[in-house]
């Protein structure tokens, strides 16, 4: 079985009843990335794999610690799955920051931040996808969670710290995809 359909398949088992519109906005998170993924060379797949698993910490048995992308990476982690799709998991959307807020600084740096491009269309394909699977640009996305939350809600202010690196993400992001449509 290729990577991404056992990517798909161990999602749906923990999202698509359990947290329906979560699984939603994965699927479509995935088919963002896909979209990415030719920025990616060889690692195409592991891009797809890993927007595929990047929530599964929302599934409610795997949740340990309450930060989603820690608890996800963990759990893939224990099943032996791929270690960098495991570390892009835990890094996905600036979770270290979310971690270091909740008082798991040490936990999620057991877990590297690849910083490479696919690590960064990750992002992207996670911060231009909304709630239910609808394609946004990614400064509503940011308003919208924002607006969610409330200002002073610890998410939002995880977003304010965070903005510069999930800014850099996807301008990196979009300059690669241009670039290719250049050639
Ligand atoms: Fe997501």
Redesign the pocket.
Known sequence: MDVVTWARELAAVHLADAVPRRWR??QA?ADQAERASRACGPDADLLVAAALL??VGYAPPLVSTGVHALDGARYLRSIDVDERLCCLVAHH?AAATDAELAGLAAEIAEFEDEQTPVRDALWWA?MTVGPDGEVVAFPDRMAEVRARYGPDHPVSRALDKSMPEREAAVQRTEARLRALDQV
């Open positions: 906005h994965v998170v990047h929530d959307s996670d």
